[in-house]
């Protein structure tokens, strides 16, 4: 009888053993599978976000430990935007916008530069692109950044990232004496106190970021900004919501203006 007992311990102990070396097994599988799928997401509502897939959701529906939004949402959901301005009324729909391949090509993202030539950096990823471009909202950005509409967070490419060398843009200004204006000062008067006279046609190609940044002293930031100023930098003592050392320069060519000046701004003048 006592050998029965024991036989029948000896299984039930076996059994336990096996089922909690299964049991971990699991476990672990389950926590390594989860580490291996965290997900970036926007951090600016408290309401919602976007995930780095291109899903929206609310922030109390996603996954507690992956931080994904559930499958079964909206994915590249494009509510809000107009997709022609590539504008939308929310920051978190922008960027579930952006992220849409058919929308942002990660090739062309990934060569783009952040801040100077000489401290530049590129995007880790697209959402990394779309999550930082739809928060600048540069695009309905007025001079005193105040917003155009409610269509504020855009995501389309800078206007200087085209693709277009800047040497080849810079040879278009061949016989042309770029000037940096004073504060508050016209290309009109910045030229003529040099004996010059300011060229309207060659102030779409001083219009770039990158030649606005060889030129002026402003750091990292370049904003696409409205007004006829255009291109300039904000002087460092502007009001703080001005974005004092920023680089200007506007999408609507059309203002461009020899004789556009701003109290808070000097120009970047094309002379001859």
Same mark, same amino acid.
């Given at each position: 009888m006592m050998e029965c007992y024991w036989v029948l311990f000896l299984v039930l102990t076996l059994s336990l053993t096996m089922s909690y070396s299964i049991r971990n097994n699991i476990g672990f599988q389950?926590?390594?599978?989860?580490?291996?799928h965290l997900c970036n997401t926007t951090l600016q509502s408290r309401y919602l976000l976007?995930?780095?897939n291109g899903y929206v959701c609310n922030t109390l529906s996603v996954h507690s430990h992956s931080? !994904?939004?559930? #499958?079964?949402?909206?994915?590249f959901s494009c509510h809000g935007c107009n997709v022609l301005s590539r504008c939308c009324n929310s920051y978190e729909f922008c960027v579930s916008c952006c992220l849409n391949p058919a929308h942002t090509s990660k090739e062309q993202v990934l060569k783009l530069k952040i801040a100077r030539p000489s401290t530049a950096r590129t995007y880790a990823n697209v959402f990394d692109y779309c999550a930082g471009r739809c928060r600048h909202s540069s695009e309905s950005v007025v001079h005193e950044n105040a917003y155009l509409s409610?269509?504020?967070?855009?995501?389309? *490419?800078?206007?200087?990232?085209?693709?277009?060398d800047t040497n080849l843009q810079e040879a278009r200004l061949n016989g042309v004496n770029?000037?940096?204006g004073r504060q508050g000062e016209a290309c009109d008067s910045a030229c003529k106190s040099r004996g010059q006279s300011c060229v309207p046609n060659k102030l779409s190609v001083l219009n770039n970021c990158d030649i606005i940044q060889k030129y002026m002293s402003c750091k990292g930031v !370049? *904003?696409?900004s409205v007004g006829p100023d255009k291109p300039a930098e904000v002087v460092h003592d502007a009001p703080k919501h001005m974005n004092p050392g920023s680089c200007l320069y506007t999408q609507? #060519?059309?203002? *461009?203006?020899?004789?556009?000046?701003? #109290?808070?701004t000097r120009r970047l003048c094309p002379c001859a």
């Amino acid at each position: 009888m006592m050998e029965c007992y024991w036989v029948l311990f000896l299984v039930l102990t076996l059994s336990l053993t096996m089922s909690y070396s299964i049991r971990n097994n699991i476990g672990f599988q389950i926590m390594n599978m989860n580490t291996h799928h965290l997900c970036n997401t926007t951090l600016q509502s408290r309401y919602l976000l976007s995930d780095h897939n291109g899903y929206v959701c609310n922030t109390l529906s996603v996954h507690s430990h992956s931080r !994904c939004c559930p #499958q079964t949402t909206p994915r590249f959901s494009c509510h809000g935007c107009n997709v022609l301005s590539r504008c939308c009324n929310s920051y978190e729909f922008c960027v579930s916008c952006c992220l849409n391949p058919a929308h942002t090509s990660k090739e062309q993202v990934l060569k783009l530069k952040i801040a100077r030539p000489s401290t530049a950096r590129t995007y880790a990823n697209v959402f990394d692109y779309c999550a930082g471009r739809c928060r600048h909202s540069s695009e309905s950005v007025v001079h005193e950044n105040a917003y155009l509409s409610d269509f504020h967070h855009c995501f389309s *490419l800078p206007s200087n990232s085209s693709g277009t060398d800047t040497n080849l843009q810079e040879a278009r200004l061949n016989g042309v004496n770029v000037v940096v204006g004073r504060q508050g000062e016209a290309c009109d008067s910045a030229c003529k106190s040099r004996g010059q006279s300011c060229v309207p046609n060659k102030l779409s190609v001083l219009n770039n970021c990158d030649i606005i940044q060889k030129y002026m002293s402003c750091k990292g930031v !370049c *904003l696409a900004s409205v007004g006829p100023d255009k291109p300039a930098e904000v002087v460092h003592d502007a009001p703080k919501h001005m974005n004092p050392g920023s680089c200007l320069y506007t999408q609507a #060519q059309s203002i *461009l203006s020899c004789g556009g000046s701003h #109290q808070h701004t000097r120009r970047l003048c094309p002379c001859a």
